[in-house]
């Protein structure tokens, strides 16, 4: 974050330099793809339960995210998301904070949930 308010880019829809405001979610996944310009897909897992059968299922859904110049992201790294006006017809949230894959230490259990 430290390179938005440093930066010397011209972003409008990037939430620390532009006019874009952030209100009502905030969400963290895994980057499923980067090859779109300035925007991200995020893969998001949550747990549904079945009330029938007293357990749960995996679920995923895809997200897709502004993402400002002053960050760098590949595949596989984590994000947090903020929501905001529609930017585009599917970008309704904007990064705010890249964590690079393998950073997170060597954590055992259920990766994700």
Known sequence: ???AWTGNYIDHKCP???NVSIRGRI????VKSTKMNRTIVMRRDYLHYIKKYQRYE????NISAHIS????????DTVIIGQCRPLSKT???NV???IPAGSAGNKKGFSGF
């Open 1 to 3: 974050m430290q390179a």
């Open 16 to 18: 620390f330099t532009g």
């Open 27 to 30: 969400l963290a996944g895994k």
């Open 58 to 61: 995996k679920r995923h859904t």
């Open 69 to 76: 110049p002053c960050f760098r992201c590949s595949e596989g």
């Open 91 to 93: 970008v309704r949230f």
């Open 96 to 98: 705010l904070r890249v």
